[in-house]
């Protein structure tokens, strides 16, 4: 832990410090000084190789107590991931305004002008660095599958910044990253353990239905990424809670993804609400924090009975909590869905009918609405975490379905949008027919 401490306290000195001395090459004031001999990067590479040497001795120091070891492990690899983050995401900045790869203004966006795009390679780069660390951790031999979707993926979101795919070409490469992870049954919803009298699931239903939901559950995350912050915050609330669940379960390598997630989407938020130097994670990002989630998310349906004797309510009552964690993602995207299917259009045809668009138009700042939103997020996982340690499945069910109704009246209520206007003029219509019987 020295070397750690070194690093922080460098930090530390160094943000304190006049700029022009840390621009110096071999000012006098730091001869005598402990790490301040050369530049400010300098010094900061040095000290990732601190760290880096600091995980490799741990290893073997540790390898006799495993507590002491997975301990330093789950501690060192988000932080080292955050500074990481907070040194890439600017380099990644330039490299994309001066390639010219940057996303424009238009008719749906709620910014002005161009901003640089592919925040999300710092999460990929962060997501590779922790797979590969954490490979000791991984007890089930998955980090290969992981490695592969993931980076499938990312060069799907990619491509998809660089030059627009077509919705077709996006979703086919998005099924045959969800493919790979079909092939590990950890990912694969195969029983729903007695929830609502249900129990095993047949092979073919399990994929197809854990495929489908995880497919849905990536594109959610890419669709509610239409302001700075809301995917990031939405992302740190869901791995917040899952961190606590795989904690709780003894699961150190699903904990430290899920604690890298947190990490890497910290230091992008530094950025993404930043004026001087701002960053979109676009679908780079979007698509890989989506598909990390998702495979988290299966991960925890997939385990047995047995294993979750330590959490505070039953197996059967799990997915309803899950769903309720994923409540604004999930609750965004079957609304835009049902929408566009009423008014005949395609599914995939952006509009400005999405919550963070209705919230914005409600007149709250970008910051202001991104944390509204998962506040809401996070207070309605809060209440069904207690509802369902209190009632039975039938009414932990009935509140969740409230809850979600409640949420999709008070959205249509607020909506100042012209199709949801002309919407509402048709159902007003429709129901003073129904009084007229």
Known sequence: MLFLLIFLCNMIIFKRMPSHLLMCENTLEFKNVFFFTGCFRAKICINFL????????????FTENLNLFLTSRLVLLPIL?????????????????KL????????????????????????????????????????????????????????????????????KVKFFAQ????????????????????????YEIPLFVSVAGSMVFLLGLINAFNLIDGIDGLTGITGIIVASFYSYMFYMLDYYYYLTISLTTIATLLAFLRFNFSRRRK????????????????????????????TYTCLSFNRQQLPLFLISVLFVPLLDTLRVMFLRALRGVSMFKPDRNHIHHIIVDFGLSHRRASFFI???????????????????DLISL??????????????FLMNKNKSAIRLKLKIKKLFLTFLSL
């Open 100 to 167: 010219n790869f940057s996303d424009t203004s238009n008719s749906r966006s709620s910014h002005q002008g161009k901003v640089a795009s592919f925040g999300g390679v710092a999460f990929f780069l962060s997501y590779v660095f922790v797979l590969f660390f954490a490979e000791t951790l991984d007890t089930s031999h998955v980090s290969l599958t992981l490695l592969a979707s993931i980076t499938i993926m990312f060069f799907t979101g990619l491509l998809d910044d660089m030059v627009s795919l077509a919705p």
């Open 175 to 198: 099924f045959i990253a969800v493919s790979f992870l079909m092939t590990q049954s950890d990912f694969r919803l195969l029983s729903l353990h007695g929830f609502m009298g249900f």
């Open 374 to 392: 998962g506040l809401i997020n996070f207070i309605v996982a809060l209440i069904m975490f207690f509802v369902i340690q209190t009632f039975n």
């Open 279 to 306: 960053i979109f994670m676009g679908d780079t990002g979007s698509l890989v924090i989506g598909l990390v989630l998702g495979l988290l998310t299966f991960k925890l349906l997939s385990l047995d009975n047995g």
């Open 398 to 411: 009935l509140v969740l379905v409230s809850i979600f109704f409640i949420a999709i009246i008070l959205l």
């Open 50 to 61: 601190y760290i880096c040497i600091l995980i490799t001795v741990e290893t073997k120091m």
């Open 81 to 97: 991931v955050f500074l990481g983050s907070l040194f890439l995401i600017p380099k990644i900045r330039k490299l994309s305004l």
